[in-house]
Nanobody, 120 residues
Framework: QAQLMQSGGGSVQAGGSLRLACGPF?????MGWFRQAPGKEREGIVA???????TFAASVEGRFTVSEDSAKKTLYLQLNSLKPEDSGMYYC?????????????????WGQGTQVTVSS
């Protein structure tokens, strides 16, 4: 499978928005988004299935949304109402279709990561 490539991210003030992109993904892939703040463990924040089934971690539910462009095989993570504690390196990852999960050990391909910095 093709290597996952990420884009987006950057710096924004609290309350602002950013959009991250990741691809390519296919009809047999579960896509996940993870983030890691300095000094903290990486946490799973979103899992997305080709059916549209999506699960969010409690820390981001209601603020982050996921959309896809199937033609471009690209998944987007929209980060809204950002808080300083949302800062960190964000990674997308791919898992087999039968692993709808936020456990990073279930994902077998990873993007290069993109930095999100939210200032207060």
């Amino acid at each position: 499978q093709a290597q996952l490539m990420q884009s987006g991210g950057g710096s924004v003030q609290a309350g602002g928005s950013l959009r991250l992109a990741c691809g390519p993904f296919g009809s047999r892939d579960i896509m996940g988004w993870f983030r890691q703040a300095p000094g903290k463990e990486r946490e799973g924040i979103v899992a997305f299935a080709p059916s549209g089934r999506t699960t969010f971690a409690a820390s981001v539910e209601g603020r982050f949304t996921v959309s896809e462009d199937s033609a471009k095989k690209t998944l987007y993570l929209q980060l809204n109402s950002l808080k300083p504690e949302d800062s960190g390196m964000y990674y997308c990852a791919r898992a087999p279709i039968w692993r709808f999960t936020l456990r990073q050990e279930d994902y077998n391909a990873w993007g290069q990561g993109t930095q999100v910095t939210v200032s207060s």
